[in-house]
């Protein structure tokens, strides 16, 4: 990302090809303490919400995605900023 390019947000799913959300949502933690991170995924295991928790996620959504759900997590995301 250049200098002038912060995003506030990253959603992300646990299980990907190349790198898992939990790892990816560690190294974006480690640059960035002040993004706020949502996960969306179809596993309900409670382990990666636990993980979740200590990278200081903003909600864990599990799949199917409720949309009324969906966008009260991101009103809320919103009304922080």
Do not use: C, W
Not at 44 to 50: G, L, Q, R, T, V
């Amino acid at each position: 990302l250049e200098a002038h390019e912060h995003p506030d947000l990253l959603i992300t799913d646990i299980r990907m090809s190349k790198l898992s959300g939990l790892d990816l949502l560690k190294a974006v933690r480690e640059m960035n303490s002040e993004m706020k991170l949502l996960i969306i995924s179809g596993y309900k295991m409670f382990e990666y919400a636990k993980e979740g928790i200590r990278l200081n996620i903003e909600d864990y959504i599990t799949k199917p995605i409720d949309p009324e759900e969906f966008y009260r997590v991101l009103r809320r995301v919103e009304d922080q900023y």
